[in-house]
């Protein structure tokens, strides 16, 4: 089972590689890469998706955002919209609808299934900072992902085509 909770904890201090606190991510559009997928089930039973983004330039360059998308409750029920949430999150990464109607989960959590396609797509992601609501990290800011876009091929990327 993924410890989603401690890595969110982990992510939400907010420190850099020397343990020095960082600022949260301020809010705005941001140029990323998709760096990792998670799929499985929290502690508390919640079965979902977890998006890595990598910012690529700017004073937050090298900073990773995670986005969750659950798919079912805690209890196993879905959640009202979830798989259509999920749906055009994997349009926004560039999957036709073809390749989502006959996309593959991953059996395992370790395993990609179709996921192992998007990896490193290029993506504007828009996040927005807000408070906590809840629990001991009431108050502290965090970015959350807004929305995801297909980066536009830029000259350079289409000469290294």
């Not at 992510?11 to 890469?33: C, F, M, T």
């Not at 990598?54 to 090298?62: A, L, S, V, W």
Request: aromatic share 6%.
């Amino acid at each position: 089972m993924y410890e989603w909770a401690n890595v969110t904890k982990a992510e939400l201090d907010n420190v850099d590689a020397s343990g020095n606190k960082r600022k949260p991510i301020a809010s705005g559009k941001y140029s990323a890469q998709l760096t990792g997928v998670l799929c499985g089930k929290s502690k508390g039973g919640a079965f979902g998706v977890v998006f890595s983004y990598t910012i690529d330039d700017g004073p937050e360059k090298g900073r990773t955002v995670k986005e969750g998308l659950y798919l079912t409750k805690r209890d196993g029920n879905p959640i009202p919209f979830g798989p259509n949430r999920l749906k055009r999150r994997l349009m926004n990464l560039g999957l036709s609808a073809e390749a989502i109607n006959t996309f593959k989960f991953p059996k395992k959590e370790t395993e990609l299934g179709d996921f192992k396609h998007l990896l490193d797509a290029h993506v504007i992601i828009t996040l927005e900072q807000e408070a906590i609501k809840e629990g001991e990290m009431k108050g502290m800011l965090v970015a959350r992902v807004v929305q995801v876009a297909k980066a536009e091929a830029t000259a350079k990327d289409e000469s290294v085509a």
